[in-house]
């Protein structure tokens, strides 16, 4: 195959047969090969047969390599073509044999006639020479190719092309990985043979139904796999036409898989399905507000909470849009604020991340409103009906205040009554001391004076009940008061013990004091801490059989506190009716014959005086071993310091 070469090539050849040629101009073999030798190029001398006479080493590789390319002899390249004649010039550089398609190298072998002096041929000439512009031609390609090719690995998944019968001409080979099919396999068939349109008529018209062949982008397509599975793509296509007949000739394009996408779009949709049945399935309003305070999503509960502007409540709407909507209509009650300001202050109470208020409806109903900040700056607002627990706090405070009426018209009456009673009870008292003492004379009949004791006994204790009353009364109003001074604790003792010593006695009691000596004085109301103290006495023996033992033992705990206790060995008290015990008129003896009298006032009024210090009032007892009754008052009241060794 001819092929035209750069005119200076033949002076290339020329100096290398001057270089090769004696001072007569004629070549000798000795010379030639020098020549060849030490200059090293792909050069060779053959006869005219094309028979090698001297080639250089470079030569004789490429003169083997090319024959057995081409599926020649050497001696067919290195011949001249017949006819030879006298007349026939030397090779022309336009001549010469491409040698294209070597598989590293593109070469050119340019031959010549050797001559001797008279012109006659000799012999043949040769020169292998690299064409250096198609290499850097084929070079450049193989980069573009190479560039073509990883964009296209990076941009799409597969790169295919049809024919106008719009069957699979040729395919990249990355198909294969995704299909597990060789590239090859694919050709010659059509996209309705490899898979689907889920969407149905296939993008592109066929040839044979009209002229035109629209281009598409991005049309769901699913292919199958070898193995059965499948895959969902995305194609897109340009048609391409015959430059110079404008003839549909197929399309081109490319296809992305997008099934991990679309699998990755699904679990989302479906998370996103059941997050909305989750919240449509809560009993409270639920919405969604994007930073910038715009509806992302509400329930169906939230909507009803809104009759008169619920058709406003779409994604996008402002809250306060929405707020001002709704006030306008009446649907919320602002009071003399407007939406903005109201908006406003709501804003301000998230800052701090939570915000919670209650909201009148305009239908009378009432809501909490709960505000929580999320970490992207949305906001979920969760609103719970509470109208029945208003109306619930409507009637407990109606009970409450007709309560503190009854309470307080109690008072008043027991005020009243204890004063209406209090008088002629003085008076009976009085009477009767004198006429059981015979002041103005005998009474008579002893018989007369064991009633006139029993009438005083009956007077005092009835008078003692309604003191207690009045004290007790007093206490439930918060108006018992304290007479605070710094008292002798251990006086206090003794002096409520000697009141009771001869009721002790007369039941064959015994009473002892267990207090170390040098007690702290306490800060507190003496007349309360003895009352306390004799209530407590009171109720040991009265419920202490003949033969049994109390004990009043005070001391400063390791804490610091004071603590008073009262301990008996008499009937007891089941631990489950301490808290009767505890309560005003409370009575753990419940039937008509109650063996011990008493009205249940004295417990209850000991705890009331002794928690009005600050202080508890507890009660450790079993049932036929004793009871022990324990007063303890803070350290706070304790005057000075205390050696608690002691």
């Not at 701090?352 to 239908?363: H, R």
């Not at 009426?405 to 209406?420: D, M, P, Q, T």
């Not at 009721?503 to 109301?525: F, K, S, V, W």
């Not at 009754?629 to 005057?639: D, Y």
């Amino acid at each position: 195959m001819a092929a035209s070469r750069p005119a200076a090539q033949p002076l290339s050849l020329e100096r290398a047969r001057r270089a090769a040629a004696d001072e007569n101009g004629a070549a000798t073999p000795e010379m030639l090969r020098q020549a060849f030798f030490e200059r090293g190029p792909p050069i060779f001398l053959a006869d005219l047969d094309g028979r090698i006479c001297v080639a250089s080493d470079s030569c004789r590789e490429l003169l083997r390599a090319v024959a057995d390319r081409l599926g020649v002899e050497p001696a067919e390249l290195a011949a001249i073509p017949q006819p030879r004649d006298e007349a026939e010039p030397d090779v022309s550089p336009s001549d010469g044999i491409d040698l294209a398609g070597f598989p590293s190298r593109r070469l050119t072998l340019n031959r010549g006639l050797l001559r001797d002096s008279r012109g006659t041929p000799i012999g043949v000439f040769g020169l292998f020479e690299e064409n250096d512009e198609q290499v850097r031609l084929a070079q450049e390609l193989s980069i573009v190719r190479e560039r073509l090719d990883d964009i296209t690995r990076l941009v799409s998944d597969w790169v295919w092309e049809t024919d106008a019968e719009m069957v699979l001409s040729a395919v990249s080979p990355r198909i294969g990985e995704m299909l597990d099919y060789h590239p090859r396999e694919l050709i010659g068939r059509s996209f309705a043979d490899l898979g689907s349109f889920p969407d149905g008529t296939p993008p592109f018209v066929r040839a044979d139904s009209g002229p035109q062949h629209p281009p598409f982008r991005d049309i769901a397509y699913r292919i199958r796999r070898r193995d059965g599975g499948d895959r969902l793509l995305r194609l897109s296509g340009l048609p391409v036409f015959s430059s110079t007949s404008g003839e549909f000739l197929g399309y081109r394009g490319t296809a992305r898989d997008v099934t991990q996408e679309i699998e990755a779009w699904e679990r989302v949709a479906q998370s996103r399905g059941r997050l909305v049945e989750a919240i449509e399935s809560i009993s409270e309003g639920f919405a969604l507000f994007d930073r910038d305070e715009r509806l992302v999503l509400c329930n169906r509960k939230y909507r009803s909470m809104f009759p008169a502007s619920a058709e406003l409540l779409e994604p996008g709407i402002a809250f306060a849009d929405f707020i001002r909507a709704t006030a306008e209509r009446g649907g919320i009650m602002l009071g003399d604020d407007t939406a903005e300001s109201w908006c406003a202050r709501q804003r301000e109470l998230r800052r701090t991340g939570t915000a919670s208020f209650e909201l009148q409806l305009g239908d009378g109903r009432w809501v909490k409103v709960g505000d929580r900040v999320a970490g992207d700056g949305s906001t979920v607002g969760i609103l719970t009906d509470i109208t029945e627990l208003k109306r619930r706090e409507e009637a407990l405070s109606s009970a409450k205040e007709f309560a503190e009426i009854a309470n307080r018209s109690k008072s008043e009456f027991l005020a009243n009554i204890s004063h209406e009673l209090r008088t002629p009870l003085n008076a009976i008292i009085g009477f009767t001391e004198i006429m059981r003492e015979e002041i103005f004379g005998p009474v008579g009949s002893r018989q007369y004076r064991d009633y006139l004791g029993d009438i005083l006994d009956s007077a005092r204790h009835l008078l003692d009940v309604i003191n207690d009353i009045l004290d007790i009364a007093k206490a439930e109003a918060g108006k018992l008061e304290l007479d605070e001074e710094e008292v002798e604790i251990t006086t206090v003792i003794r002096a409520a013990t000697r009141l009771v010593q001869d009721r002790a006695h007369r039941t064959e009691l015994t009473i002892a004091i267990n207090a170390p000596a040098g007690l702290p004085q306490l800060y507190a109301d003496e007349r309360k801490l003895k009352q306390i103290l004799l209530n407590l006495l009171t109720n040991a023996i009265k419920f202490t059989p003949p033969g049994g033992h109390i004990e009043v033992g005070a001391r400063i705990d390791e804490g610091g506190d004071f603590l008073l206790q009262v301990a008996d060995t008499g009937i007891g008290i089941a631990p489950e009716d301490v808290a009767t015990a505890l309560t005003p008129f409370g009575q753990v003896d419940g039937s008509l014959n109650r063996k011990y009298e008493g009205t249940g006032l004295g417990l209850p009024l000991c705890r009331a005086m002794v928690e009005l210090h600050g202080g508890i009032l507890s009660i450790a007892s079993q049932v036929d071993e004793g009871t022990t009754v324990t007063m303890r008052l803070p350290a706070a009241r304790v005057r000075q310091d205390f050696d608690y060794g002691t």
